[in-house]
């Protein structure tokens, strides 16, 4: 599966102690595609592998966070130093088990795109688990 992330309504790169607030995709533990927090808009892209196992589904890849059973995808909020250095502050979770529904009848080789708005209620970076309204979900077969 080809997971494409959509990112827009930025929150602006000041935000409490930041000066420089960038989001990126985490991979394994590092941020990547890295863009600042005053984009107009942004675009990740994650390759999944979905592997059926006799418990259900099962999500596998460098960006792919979490035990089996509650895997995940990171947009890992930072704020940028002067010498490029990420310094994380707070992170969205993108549950993948909450995409299922979606590619069971497309199968798992299609692209799932999934648009985030970035900006919670208090107009800071939106973190903890993305849900609609925020989040809007839609295959492409």
């Known amino acids: 599966m080809r ?12 935000w409490q102690t930041c000066a420089n607030l960038h989001v990126g995709l985490q991979v394994r533990r590092e941020p990547v595609g890295v863009v600042a927090a005053d984009s107009v808009t942004a675009l990740w892209h994650a390759e999944i592998d979905v592997v059926d196992r006799d418990e259900g589904v099962d999500f596998r890849g460098p960006a792919v966070q979490g035990p ?16 490029g250095s990420f310094t994380m502050v707070r992170r969205a979770k993108l549950m993948l088990g909450d995409l299922t529904s979606i590619i069971a ?8 795109i999934a648009r985030v708005d970035l900006t919670d209620e208090c107009g800071g970076p939106r973190c903890a688990r993305l849900r609609p309204p925020v989040l809007e979900v839609r295959a492409d077969p």
Not at 105 to 112: E, L, Y
């Open 68 to 83: 089996r059973g509650q895997r995940f995808v990171y947009l890992t909020w930072g704020d940028v130093d002067d010498d």
């Open 3 to 14: 997971l494409e992330i959509q990112g827009h309504h930025f929150p602006g790169r000041s």
């Open 105 to 112: 009848p497309i199968g798992a080789d299609s692209r799932i």
